[in-house]
């Protein structure tokens, strides 16, 4: 059973440092990644996608990387600002089988980027 | 870009009614989720549909029934409304692009 685990839970930063979020998970058998963010009370929003194939892939001040052999992925913020306060979690679809559709979530780091 | 639409932010119910969550996708999108979210235990899956009239049991399908009569449109209904049934309700849909959430809907059972 796939389990995604993602390290700190929270984080508190200085506005203007460049941080580092991070999720693993347990079965390297995967067909994607996705990043979201979310903001208290709110519903999900997608920040990147990372198809099995690909290392990264970027979005302004937002860089995510996958290590598929390791189970490992992390999504690098340059510049934060206080808006980047939020919980980000990451989630992977299968690679296979009948529930190909079925994401599996982190629990969530919660990062507070203070002025 | 995808747009996926919950009819209501907030709704407050009593226990035994019957209530209906209602969501909407622009994209003609073949597959449609719905996840409660709790906290300290995440996202859980509660029913999947991968197409009109299609549908299967998630993770903690116990209490809820869907009901995808128009492929635009996934339901999510509560039979009989329970204190423990309060939450956050998430719909989504998936795409060659991956998920895309609604906004949610958080409901309160009294």
């Known amino acids: 059973k796939q389990e995604v685990t993602q390290i700190p839970a929270a984080l508190s930063v200085p506005e203007g440092e460049n941080l580092v979020l991070n999720c693993s998970f347990t079965?390297?058998?995967?067909?994607?990644l996705q990043w979201f963010r979310q903001d208290p009370g709110k519903g999900l929003t997608s920040l990147l996608l990372i198809q099995s194939s690909q290392r990264e892939q970027t979005s302004g001040r937002l860089n995510a990387s996958l290590d598929k052999s390791s189970g490992r992925s992390t999504l690098y913020i340059a510049a934060s600002q206080p808006g980047d306060s939020a919980t980000y979690l990451c989630?992977?679809?299968?690679?296979?089988?009948?529930?190909?559709?079925?994401?599996?979530f982190g629990k969530g780091t919660l990062l507070t980027v203070n002025p | 870009d995808v747009k996926v639409t919950q009819s209501s932010r907030y709704l407050v119910k009593r226990t035994g009614e019957k209530v209906f969550l209602e969501c909407v996708q622009d994209?003609?999108?073949?597959?449609m989720f719905w996840y409660r979210q709790d906290p300290g235990l995440g996202l859980r899956l509660i029913y999947f549909s991968y197409d009109v009239k299609m549908k299967e049991k998630g993770d903690i399908p116990e209490g809820y029934s869907v009901s995808r009569e128009k492929k635009e449109r996934f339901s999510l209904i509560l039979e009989s409304a329970s204190t423990n049934q309060t939450s956050m309700y998430l719909c989504a849909t998936s795409h060659w692009n991956g998920y895309t959430f609604g906004s949610g809907t958080r409901l309160t059972v009294v």
């Open positions: 994209m003609d999108h073949e597959n």
């Open positions: 989630a992977v679809r299968p690679n296979s089988g009948g529930s190909n559709y079925k994401l599996t």
């Open positions: 079965d390297s058998a995967i067909y994607n």
